[in-house]
């Protein structure tokens, strides 16, 4: 497609429950990355794909976040047992390399109930 | 790692009057700078960035930015503000030698006609 993709746009869960978000990145970005944006903030890095491998996950708040992109192209970021405080935009950018200027898509908000 | 600042959480200015947003940053070498702004409920859409050369760089929707290492600033301009700019505008460095993108808290816009 001609832009980042993600999706759902909105997600309600309850505390406790798993929840997967899916980024479709721009065909041929190298780079993808998650971003945690909470209300009134600017985005937190989360983790970094180039192709399939996940090169930095240092920004991944515990080990409830796991994040994939098996095959170089789609990725999942999979909340397990959220909790209230995981409330909050996900973002996915994609770049053609690195840092290389990110295209974001436009997130989904996540409420933990 | 690289830190960014915004030390205006919030700034009116009226239509037509022109616009500086503020952007410091924290880096031991030659940053990859960026602005991007954002729209209620969309992601981040990229101004303009520096990666190096000409410390005066021109973006999208008639705004600049000029790098001033001697300051670690990274200020954003536009001559003459629209009400469409009115959104959240957000700093960013990008490291040279890693992935991670730090992020300011952000400066919201508003445009009084």
């Known amino acids: 497609g001609a832009g980042v993709s993600q999706s759902p746009r909105y997600k309600v869960a309850k505390r406790g429950q798993d929840v997967a978000l899916r980024c479709d990145p721009i065909?041929?970005?190298?780079?993808l990355f998650w971003y945690q944006q909470a209300l009134g903030q600017g985005p937190e890095f989360l983790t970094y794909?180039?192709?399939?491998?996940?090169?930095?996950k240092s920004g991944l708040p515990s080990d409830r976040f796991f994040a994939e992109r098996p095959e170089g192209s789609v990725s999942t970021l999979k909340i397990q047992r959220t909790q209230q405080e995981d409330s909050a935009v996900y973002l996915c950018?994609?770049?053609?390399?690195?840092?290389?200027?990110?295209?974001f898509g436009d997130g989904t908000r996540l409420s933990i109930l | 790692a690289q830190s960014v600042t915004q030390p205006d959480i919030h700034i009116t200015v009226s239509e037509g009057a022109s616009l500086e947003l503020r952007c410091n940053y924290s880096?031991?070498?030659?940053?990859?700078l960026f602005w991007y702004v954002q729209s209620p409920g969309q992601g981040l859409q990229l101004l303009l960035k520096?990666?190096?050369?000409?410390?005066l760089v021109q973006g999208i929707k008639g705004f600049e930015a000029e790098f001033k290492r001697s300051q670690s600033s990274f200020n954003l301009r536009k001559p003459s503000v629209h009400w469409s700019d009115a959104a959240e505008y957000f700093c960013?460095?990008?490291?040279?030698?890693?992935?991670?993108?730090?992020f300011g808290a952000g400066t919201r816009l508003t445009v009084k006609p």
């Open positions: 794909f180039q192709n399939e491998a996940q090169l930095d």
């Open positions: 520096y990666f190096s050369g000409d410390t």
């Open positions: 960013a460095v990008g490291a040279t030698n890693n992935n991670d993108m730090r």
């Open positions: 950018a994609s770049s053609l390399v690195g840092v290389q200027p990110q295209h």
């Open positions: 065909s041929g970005h190298v780079s």
């Open positions: 880096y031991g070498a030659t940053p990859y």
